[in-house]
Every structure is written in C-alpha cells, then in structure tokens.
C-alpha cells in the first residue's frame, strides 16, 4: 500500500496568505524531502530533513521522525508558488506522496 | 554545474518500436534514480544505482524495461517493444549517495 499520504491534494490561496502541507508516513523514514513541480515539469529540491525544522525564505518545513509526518508551511504566498508540491521519504527507496496542487490567485 | 542531464527532452515512437533514454548524473554523485510520471500513477519508482551497481529495480516492468550504467556520468532506460501505456515523463535523479535528490527535466515518451 501507500507509504506516504500527502493532503490536501489541491489547494487555493490569495496571494499574501498562507497554509499548510501534510505529510504522513506509514512506515520509517530516515528523512523527507519536498519539491515544488512548476509549469515546465521540472522538480526542484526544496528541502531535505532527517529530522527538526528549515526555514527558507516564505517555506518553512518539519519532520517529526517520531510521529512519522512531516508538514510545509507557506506564508506570504506568491503567483510563482503556483504549482504541484510533493513530499519524498527516504526509507529502503525513495516513495512519493500524490503531489498537492498549489493555485494562488491575486 | 549544469545539474542532471536528460536526454532526448521529447520522444515520440510507434507502437513496438524501441526507446531509449539517457541521463547524466551530477558530477560526484554516486547514486542514480530512475522514476516515471503519468497523471494516473503519479510519480512511480523504477530503479536506482549506487556507484553504478544496480541496487534496486523492483520498480522496473521485467519483460520489456532494462536500466544500465555502464560509467559513472550516464545511465539509459531502455524500452523494448513499446505500448501506448509505457508513455509517460521520465524522470532521472541522482543524489551524494541516497541524500538529497536532484532531478532532471525529464524525457517525455510518447507512444503511439
């Protein structure tokens, strides 16, 4: 079965607000990453944790190993965070959750 | 660093014909991941390689699908006998080890 399930699997913002991200994990993982698919189908790294939290800019992201779930948070949302968020965790593979559909609109 | 490479961008084949596709990793990463994308499946693993030993490949169809790397700065797909459902993005992927991945912009297949 599915190893990671990620929700909300769509999600509408105005710009200058902000959500959340989930993440939760039903086997262990060693660490999660998060990408951001953007119009031209490129995945692009966002972060990689094995454990706590990162900030980088508007996206803060954290791992709770323990619980198994880890969340990314997105303040101040943008038109270019548009896009399909996805959360990775690392155990015997790499498994990806369903992608999150980000639309912010003005 | 240019960052993975993938090749062709776009293929468009017949049905039955032979695909093959080609990455290169990022300088100094050791291990290479190869996944597949469709808006049904979402992103599904195939295979990966460490040092350019095939370490796992339960992801890989068995009769038609076949990964190698036969050097450390490119790794292939290749798809044999190919079916409208084998079109799909193709996504290559290496990292320092299994760490933190970098993708590359896929090789989108098309299989008529």
């Known amino acids: 079965g599915d190893q990671v399930e990620q929700s909300p699997s769509a999600l509408s913002l105005h710009e200058g607000t902000g959500s959340a991200l989930r993440c939760n994990f039903t086997t262990t993982m060693r660490a999660v990453q998060w990408f951001q698919q953007n119009s031209r189908g490129s995945l692009i790294n966002l972060f990689y944790l094995a454990s706590g939290t990162k900030e980088n800019g508007r996206l803060k992201s954290t791992f709770n190993s323990k619980e198994s779930y880890s969340t990314l948070h997105i303040r101040d949302a943008q038109l270019e965070d548009s896009g399909t968020y996805f959360c990775a965790g690392t155990g015997s593979k790499l498994s990806f959750g369903k992608g999150a559909k980000l639309t912010v609109s003005p | 660093n240019a960052g993975v490479i993938q090749t062709p961008r776009h293929k468009v084949t017949g049905k039955g014909q032979e695909a093959t596709l080609w990455c290169e990793p990022i300088?100094?990463?050791?291990?290479v991941f190869w996944y597949r994308q469709t808006i049904v499946q979402g992103l599904e693993f195939l295979t990966y390689?460490?040092?350019?030993?095939?370490?796992?490949d339960s992801g890989m169809p068995k009769e038609r699908f076949s990964a190698q790397m036969p050097n450390q700065s490119h790794s292939t797909l290749k798809i044999q006998s190919t079916q409208p459902q084998d079109s799909a993005v193709y996504l290559c992927a290496s990292s320092f080890d299994t760490g933190q991945l970098y993708f590359g912009e896929g090789s989108k297949l098309t299989v008529l």
């Open positions: 390689f460490r040092n350019q030993a095939p370490i796992d």
């Open positions: 300088s100094g990463h050791s291990a």
